[in-house]
């Protein structure tokens, strides 16, 4: 009954009040942009926009018109990705490690759902350990975890440097067991920090043991001791206190991809393709 087109410019004009810039914004001329309203008031049979030479405003029909124009352009935009993106279908069962999923990973994952609406993706968010069992036993189609260098055949998208990291308000007396903020066993950077320490002689103490990265986050900026982050996912409320309480280097880890070999290769590649297609809004956010 409404052509899209037509809702567009009146959206337009009903967010400026102003149909030149209305064209403007959408590359028409004011009198196109009048002619779309004009249109638009003869489907709908009333009138929408109350302009005049000093003033332009919507009627309460028009505040009307407003959200059902913004549902019927959204449920448009639905239809048209369903039937112009790929035919591809089935179920994908995708696991992240928690700390990428505070990165741009559910951005990407949002983009993957309306390029291949009838994929049902299913998604699991847990310790990188926990993810790669559930891999192994046939539970999962593809994981993005964390891992040691080398530590599979997996598809690398990054190798990232791992850093001690505090609330500038905390301190350590010198000889002091080093305060740390852990996750639960079995943790890759909880074995990092523990190796670490042990070989460089150093005493230690968990102060936080925790499942989750929201629990390290907190725990780090409350004082209550030094986490472990890769070092581009850092919380800029937090600072890296490697050099200021002489601790040892932590070594490296990587980001990596990891597939199910007897899950469907169509789904697990085009996944794949989506986040190697963006790596830096993957890797480029938040603390791990």
């Known amino acids: 009954m409404f052509d899209p087109t037509l809702l567009k410019t009146f959206l337009a ?8 810039r209305a064209g403007e914004q959408l590359g ?3 009198p196109t942009v009048s002619q779309h309203v004009s249109k638009l008031e003869r489907a709908a049979g009333r009138l929408l926009i109350s302009r005049d030479t000093r003033d332009v405003r919507l009627t309460d029909n028009g505040d009307a018109m407003v959200g059902f124009a913004r549902t ?3 449920a448009h935009d639905e239809a048209s990705a369903y039937f112009t993106g790929s035919a591809m279908r089935g179920r994908l069962r995708f696991g992240s490690a928690d700390d990428l999923a505070l990165t741009q990973l559910p951005q990407i994952l949002r983009d993957f759902r309306q390029l291949y609406p009838q994929i049902n993706l299913e998604l699991t968010v847990n310790q990188s350990g926990v993810l790669s069992r559930r891999l192994a036993s046939g539970q999962l189609d593809l994981v993005f975890v964390k891992q040691e ?7 690398v998208v990054r190798r990232e440097r791992l850093a001690w990291v505090a609330h500038k308000s905390l301190t350590l007396a010198t000889g002091a ?4 903020i852990a996750y639960q066993a079995p943790s ?11 070989s460089a002689g150093r005493t230690w103490r968990i102060t936080c043991n925790t499942r989750e990265v ?3 986050i907190a725990a780090a900026r409350a004082g209550i001791g030094i986490a472990v982050f890769p070092q581009t996912m850092v919380p800029p409320d937090l600072i890296d206190v490697t050099t200021l309480f002489d601790l040892p280097s932590l070594g490296e880890l990587e980001f990596a991809l ?5 899950s469907s290769r169509e789904p697990v590649d085009a996944l794949i393709s989506a986040i190697l297609g963006r790596p830096g809004s993957v890797s480029a956010a938040r603390p791990a």
């Open 13 to 20: 004009v009903s967010t400026t009040l102003n149909f030149t």
């Open 28 to 30: 028409l001329s004011q």
């Open 72 to 74: 019927i352009l959204a």
């Open 149 to 155: 260098p080398g530590a599979s055949d997996g598809r």
């Open 177 to 180: 067991p080093v305060p740390m």
């Open 188 to 198: 890759i950077s909880r074995t990092a920090a523990i190796t670490a320490l042990e």
């Open 214 to 216: 929201n629990g390290v």
């Open 258 to 262: 990891l597939a199910n070999p007897a």
